[in-house]
């Protein structure tokens, strides 16, 4: 559909191309969180050895099954997980559809300047969510525990494990957004570029007090969690310039 096209739609029709695209969206999700709860014996145990491990090498050998202590807390834990990774697994069909209904309203300088940027910001959410669990699930996990006295034995609830992680994971994927959000402050003008460029040293000088309180006291933990909030800063910094230039 052309631009022209878009603008003679009247307002019945735009709201029902957008209810169609919010049914693609939901039947995709359905389906994909429908798979998801099929495999999800094999997705809570693959949870669940991860976690074993991780106490086992910061508490040392032990009984770490995780537990479920209520009448419907295994069947709303498996519905959460399906929940959260259906919306993962189909999160670029979804972007695809919302982008198509954005699509034909918008200028060819804003498409050429904004599809780079969508397909970018869906890496950097996914490369968030990985960097979560795969990281600072594990630093924090393990950093948490080893606050437990001695005489406290480590009975992990599965809801609240899963509620844990699923927290994480979205909000890292949310915070690897950081980049867009310096790029489209620079464009408005809010931020510019010298003051970015000045500001580097408090940034990582920020980053790095973050990591020492969130992680463990040694450095390979710190620097794993600072190395990549510090490259996200200079991404943000190189976007910014670009946006300028555009």
Known sequence: MSHADKDSMSFLEHLEE??????????????????VWYFSDSFLE???KDLVSILER???????????FEVAEAFTTRLKVSLLLGLLVTLPFTIYKVWS????????????????????????FYCGVAFAYFVMVKLTVAFLFRLKPPSVVATVRLG???????????T??????????????????????STLRKGWRHAVVGI?????????????????????MIALYWLGYGLAAVFKKA
């Open 18 to 35: 957008l209810r169609w695209t919010i049914i693609w969206i939901l039947v995709a999700v359905a389906i994909g969180s429908g798979l």
């Open 58 to 68: 910061t508490l040392g050998p032990g009984n770490y099954d995780l537990h479920v």
């Open 208 to 228: 790095l007090v973050m990591a020492a309180v969130l992680t463990p006291p040694d450095v390979i933990s710190q620097l794993l969690m600072a190395g990549p």
């Open 160 to 170: 609240s494990y899963i509620a844990f992680v699923s927290k994480f994971c979205l």
């Open 172 to 193: 890292f994927g949310l915070v690897f957004q950081v980049p867009l959000v310096m790029a489209f402050l620079s464009k408005a003008g809010l931020v510019s570029l």
């Open 101 to 124: 209904f954005v699509w034909p309203g918008l200028l060819s300088e804003e498409r050429r300047t904004l599809t780079p940027l969508v397909v970018l910001s869906t890496l950097l």
């Open 46 to 48: 693959f949870f669940g």
